[in-house]
């Protein structure tokens, strides 16, 4: 974003949330999103705003904004629990994964699991975090239609499809 003074009209009444923005422009600067080079904070945001419109809370709204910052930046969960809270951190450290598992599909594999452990707030943000990645991924194959042909994708797709049965099945049980 342009302009880093900027705030969406859907924080306005969620101070921790707001902060939350604050900080991950800081971690995040320079950062640019894969699919389309806009600046990366716009995909924190569309995970909080998706968070937002659907009704939770802004524990889970902070923890939409800060869901990358453990994967991404220099952020720690001790940082993260210090200036927003315990179950801030909770949510965020559920979103993150284990990047000492390999191969790939395991990683990806475990991270569906500990969120699918966490709980529904968990998986409200893993959802939102996928319907914004699906939306680029949607995006960046309207001007690129061979990137879905590519084989380094198929992974990611995979993944999702997982991540969507995981999904399913949890909403089945609650």
């Not at 991950?24 to 995909?43: M, N, T, V, W, Y």
């Not at 709204?61 to 800060?66: F, W």
């Not at 914004?132 to 309207?142: F, M």
Request: net charge negative; proline share 5%.
């Amino acid at each position: 974003m342009a302009d880093d003074r900027f705030t969406p009209t859907f924080l306005a009444g969620l101070p921790l949330a707001r902060d939350a923005l604050s900080y991950a422009r800081e971690l995040h600067r320079g950062q640019r999103r894969a699919s389309d080079e806009a600046p990366f904070i716009l995909h924190p945001l569309e995970v909080a705003a998706l968070l937002h419109t659907t009704g939770y809370g802004e524990v889970v709204v902070t923890a939409g904004i800060l869901h990358d910052a453990l994967e991404d930046t220099e952020a720690n969960v001790e940082t993260i629990e210090e200036r927003f809270g315990t179950d801030v951190a909770a949510l965020v450290a559920a979103m993150t994964e284990d990047p000492e598992i390999e191969p790939y599909v395991e990683r990806k594999a475990a991270l569906r699991q500990q969120i699918a452990d966490f709980g529904e707030e968990a998986a409200a943000v893993y959802a939102a975090d996928k319907v914004t990645k699906v939306r680029e991924l949607r995006a960046q194959a309207g001007y690129d239609p061979e990137v879905l042909r590519r084989a380094k994708i198929r992974p990611k797709i995979e993944h999702y499809d997982e991540s969507l049965a995981m999904l399913e099945i949890g909403r089945a049980h609650v």
